[in-house]
């Protein structure tokens, strides 16, 4: 739901989750994001909510997706978001606009493709200084050369900056148990995390470390309702 809408094009039961960040341990940094997924027979609809910031400045999104599989192979996703940006003795901004992917598997269940692009009308964000809502493309592969490693790597370019690298690996110990590492290069960072699968439940923590600012912790929850057949 956050980062390509496609992905849910493939899930087969209820899901719902929640997830917080901390950039650098600055409070008024702090991300907190929820997504419900609810698969049906026409395809996957998802509702997904986002906030950050303070009182004093705040950034909050609110965005429903749908997202359809054609096969095992194939699924494209699509998503309208409604945005809104308050400064306190400023007011709000309320800006309407959207977001696709897709994703392919060029090998079944071995290496999987996935493109997104957020914002593809470059919304203005404010006319007076011609500010423009960021719009960014990724372009990603994630190679699972067996059921206990992935491989992940993604290219992203916001049209107003230089791209930047991302890559990372998994590392399944057991089957309740997986390890992460990876980096972003542009600037560097390192990161590192541990997923734990229980049952219905599934819960990730991971922390980001910048050279100069420092730690970014990450902690998520989402679990997958039983559905009957």
Do not use: C, W
Request: proline content about 4%.
């Amino acid at each position: 739901m956050s980062n390509n809408q496609a992905g849910i094009g493939f899930l087969k039961k209820y899901t719902f989750g929640i997830s917080a960040k901390n950039k650098f341990l600055v409070k008024e940094l702090s991300l907190m994001d929820a997504a419900a997924v609810l698969p049906t027979k026409t395809g996957v609809f998802g509702l997904g909510v986002h906030y950050s910031g303070t009182s004093l400045f705040s950034e909050s999104k609110i965005g429903i997706a749908f997202a359809k599989s054609f096969g095992d192979r194939f699924s494209f996703g699509l998503q309208f978001d409604y945005l809104n940006f308050r400064i306190s003795e400023y007011g709000s901004k309320n800006l309407f606009t959207f977001e696709a992917g897709v994703q392919y598997f060029l090998v079944p269940e071995k290496l999987l493709a996935g493109a997104h692009i957020n914002n593809p009308l470059r919304l203005t964000l404010d006319e007076e200084t011609d500010e423009k809502l960021p719009t960014v493309m990724r372009f990603g592969l994630n190679y699972s050369p067996s059921k206990k490693v992935s491989v992940l790597a993604e290219v992203e370019k916001d049209l107003d900056y230089a791209p930047v690298f991302k890559a990372g690996v998994e590392y399944r110990v057991v089957e309740k148990l997986a390890l992460r590492g990876g980096f972003n290069a542009n600037p560097f960072q390192a990161a590192f995390g541990i997923g734990l699968y229980l049952k219905n439940l599934t819960i990730d923590a991971a922390s980001l470390f910048h050279p100069q600012l420092g730690v970014s912790p990450h902690l998520s929850l989402t679990y997958a309702f039983a559905r009957k057949q």
